[in-house]
Nanobody
């Protein structure tokens, strides 16, 4: 199983970016997908998650600025608007995935994509 994240980059404060993450490989089903971020010297934190029926959950800092979406079972997006310098971090996607019948659900992580917001 692989989760491939893309869309990071350098943007000025107030700008926007859209991150994408696609899961591939031997997958029977995916329940929740989500985005987390880790800034230098800080712990990884929740950005947003979305379940298979589209119910979303956001970290407080993301509410009103970020939108998570999912266009099929295996791809998740994060639209980030009104970006601030404090949003600078490596953004990781995660999927809760089961690979086969009677197998356990497991967390799989993407490789991370760097978002840098300049002031």
């Amino acid at each position: 199983v692989q989760l491939q994240a893309s869309g990071g980059g350098l943007v000025q404060a107030g700008g926007s970016l859209r991150l994408s993450c696609a899961a591939s490989g031997s997958i029977l089903d995916i329940s929740d997908m989500g985005w987390y971020r880790q800034a230098p010297g800080k712990q990884r934190e929740l950005v947003a998650t979305i379940d298979r029926i589209g119910s979303a959950n956001y970290g407080d800092f993301a509410k009103g600025r970020f939108t998570i979406s999912r266009d099929n079972a295996n791809t998740v997006y994060l639209q980030m608007n009104s970006l601030k310098p404090e949003d600078t971090a490596v953004y990781y996607c995660k999927g809760v995935i089961v690979r086969a019948l009677y197998a356990a659900w497991e967390d799989y992580w993407g490789q991370g994509t760097l978002v840098t917001v300049s002031s």
